[in-house]
């Protein structure tokens, strides 16, 4: 059964993109952390990151990096953190999180259950519009 992640890559599903390629995709989770927290995803369906093949994973890590520095551009943080964590969604995931003030910007515990489409929304669009401004091709449009 293909996972939730699939459903939003194959469009079964609706999803905020904001990168998309041959090999991987990033939209924004629907219960961000901080503004602007999205996640890079695989089109390939795998559980564990550790199964990965080693270029796939050095393909996300690069789109990871070009897409934490558009969320640098477009969000002004601190820094913006990297976390594979993986146990909800049996689908390799890079979350990517504008960090501002604290590790506890990172907590999954303070995701928003509720967040305002609109500014989810408006979240996606501030991404994609920096990954244009950094020269992107694979902005989602």
Same mark, same amino acid.
């Given at each position: ?51 990965? $093949? =080693?270029?796939? #994973?050095?393909?996300? *890590? ?8 558009? &969320?640098? /551009? ?41 967040? $305002? =489409?609109?500014? #989810?929304?408006?979240? *996606? ?8 401004? &950094?020269? /992107? ?5």
């Amino acid at each position: 059964m293909a996972s939730i992640f699939t459903k939003i890559i194959n469009g079964d599903i609706p999803g905020r993109f904001v990168w998309k390629d041959d090999l991987c995709v990033a939209f924004l989770t629907i219960n961000p952390i901080k503004p602007g927290h999205a996640m890079v995803v695989p089109r390939e369906e795998i559980d564990h990151w550790l199964d990965v $093949d =080693p270029d796939l #994973l050095q393909h996300l *890590a690069v789109a990871s990096q070009s897409i934490g520095k558009a &969320l640098q /551009h477009a969000f002004s943080p601190r820094k913006v953190g990297m976390i594979i964590a993986g146990l909800e969604v049996p689908h390799v995931h890079i979350h990517l999180i504008p960090v501002h003030d604290e590790i506890r910007d990172l907590y999954f515990a303070n995701a928003d259950p509720n967040p $305002d =489409p609109a500014a #989810l929304d408006a979240a *996606a669009e501030k991404i994609r519009a920096s990954l244009r401004e &950094l020269g /992107h091709k694979e902005v989602a449009e």
